[in-house]
């Protein structure tokens, strides 16, 4: 039998031409008087898929969540869900169910009476109703406190309760409104683990919205970056992170250094820029650009060596500078590093070992360099 994470692995039906999205938004346009919320959005989500629409604070995820739930009416476009047009139709007749941030929780129910309150609506026979909580009950490991009330609960199990609620009606997709965000981080790293079992042992699509980077980084399958409306680039996590296509979604996404500059150099797959931090990058490229023209080039701290002599290759992808500051974050430590010219690199490190001989120190001057596929060109 193939274990959970196995099945995470190898699920991917974005790259099967033949594949039909179970959910399409096509050419979703939402204003608000003046104001465009959502901007003729196409987007495709597919049966079982976790999926994560990621961005800062008013880029129109949550309205596309809402849109999806019934709660607010696109201003132009469709959304199918499961082959059907769900314009005109009511939330409480959508086979969707929302977790929202604050839980929204009856405070005068018990907790297995919260669970059942959908199903009560629904006006499900008793025996069912009973079996059916129970079996949410196991689901979210909260047998023990099914008579106790959301006051006497901690924030990590009032959250299972609102996803046993919302899960109870067994809808076919799951929308989860930045759900983990009243949780402290340690709890909020292990939720995400169990939402994904979850997701996973039901078989049903989630789709979550979130800010938290690192959140849908671990969630999701894939993602949809989200920028003033629009969506900037939908890929999964390690595309996202290795592959941007843009400049704002390398920016956005992790901590990234930034050099720019011109083409000087330009063909048989690979580029030179000489950037305006006083050095030359050479970096291996598919799409060359032309030479003269302005270039940028994202590389992630990770992926940059700090060494107190300058490396082998030093007239390519190498300056020198002076460690600034220092951050020690126990699994790994943080440098900033000024070059000549100003600007400042961020630089990471794990901390393999418990102690290190000779540390670099702050005032130090240092080499920082890295290899040719380290980074990507931004073509914008």
């Not at 059942?116 to 196991?138: H, S």
């Not at 050099?259 to 060359?288: L, Q």
Request: include cysteine; glycine fraction near 8%.
């Amino acid at each position: 039998m193939k274990s959970l994470g196995n099945i995470r692995r190898a699920f991917a039906p974005w790259t099967d031409p033949s594949a039909k999205p179970f959910i399409a938004f096509k050419n979703i346009t939402k204003r608000f008087g003046n104001f465009t919320a959502v901007d003729d959005l196409s987007l495709n989500i597919y049966h079982r898929e976790f999926f994560a629409l990621l961005g800062a604070s008013g880029c129109g995820k949550s309205t596309l969540l809402r849109m999806l739930a019934g709660f607010e009416q696109p201003t132009s476009g469709e959304i199918i869900l499961d082959g059907t047009d769900l314009a005109g139709t009511p939330p409480y007749k959508r086979p969707v169910n929302m977790m929202f941030q604050s839980y929204a929780l009856f405070p005068h129910m018990t907790v297995e009476k919260n669970i059942a309150f959908g199903l009560e609506q629904d006006g499900m026979a008793k025996d069912e109703m009973a079996e059916r909580v129970t079996q949410m009950l196991k689901l979210v490991k909260l047998e023990q406190f099914a008579s106790r009330k959301p006051n006497q609960l901690s924030g990590g199990q009032r959250q299972r309760v609102a996803l046993a609620r919302s899960l109870a009606k067994r809808p076919k997709v799951l929308l989860l409104d930045e759900p983990l965000g009243a949780l402290d981080k340690k709890l909020r790293e292990e939720t995400q683990f169990e939402l994904m079992d979850l997701q996973q042992t039901l078989g049903l699509t989630f789709v979550v919205v979130t800010h938290d980077q690192e959140e849908a980084m671990t969630m999701a399958d894939r993602i949809a970056v989200m920028s003033h409306g629009k969506v900037v680039q939908v890929a999964t996590p390690a595309e996202i992170y290795e592959a941007p296509n843009c400049r704002f979604v390398a920016d956005f996404i992790g901590d990234v250094n930034i050099f720019d500059g011109k083409v000087t150099t330009s063909g048989n797959g690979a580029v030179e820029i000489a950037v305006d931090s006083g050095f030359t990058i050479r970096i291996a490229a598919p799409d060359t650009p032309a030479i003269g023209s302005t270039a940028g080039f994202a590389i992630r701290p990770e992926k940059i060596r700090v060494s107190r002599a300058a490396p082998a290759n030093t007239p390519v992808n190498a300056a020198k500078g002076e460690i600034w500051d220092i951050g020690y974050l126990g699994d790994m430590t943080v440098f900033h590093i000024k070059l000549a010219s100003g600007q400042f690199v961020r630089t990471s490190s794990l901390n393999a070992q418990r102690s290190v001989e000779d540390p670099f120190t702050y005032d130090q001057d240092v080499w920082v360099s890295f290899d040719q596929d380290a980074g990507v060109l931004l073509k914008d």
